[in-house]
């Protein structure tokens, strides 16, 4: 029912700035709360920021505070994570995510829909 689509990843160098994208479709999300998750190698998908759709309550996590912003443009439908001083530790497969509450979550099991995933690598 629910579709999100990931865009602009790819490699950038450390201390740059990259901007991702998610898509969505298949309903009004007034009542939802988005995500973005991330995957390294060899690690559990973790949890990146959060914001509710409709009031535009955001968490970060610690590890991206102050670097990462989260926005949404709602009459879009999109969502995007501003990064910015990137270091090689954030590599990872970026997710968006969606869950319709507007509850906001750090946990991966309250979030009912998925991207596809899309690549960030950043070189040292």
């Known amino acids: 029912q629910v579709q999100l689509v990931e865009s602009g990843g790819g490699l950038v160098q450390a201390g740059g700035s990259l901007r991702l994208s998610c898509a969505a479709s298949g309903r009004t999300f007034s009542s939802y709360t988005a995500a973005w998750f991330r995957q390294a190698p060899g690690k559990e998908r973790e949890f990146v920021t959060t914001?509710?759709?409709?009031?535009?309550?955001?968490y970060y996590a610690d590890s991206v505070k102050g670097r990462f912003i989260i926005s949404k443009v709602n009459a879009k439908n999109t969502m995007y994570l501003q990064m910015n001083s990137l270091k090689p530790e954030d590599t990872a497969v970026y997710y968006c995510?969606?869950?319709?509450?507007?509850?906001?979550?750090?946990?991966?099991?309250?979030?009912?829909?998925w991207g596809q995933g899309i690549q960030v690598t950043v070189s040292s």
């Open positions: 914001i509710t759709w409709s009031g535009g309550t955001t």
């Open positions: 995510a969606a869950k319709p509450t507007r509850n906001p979550s750090t946990r991966r099991g309250d979030y009912a829909y």
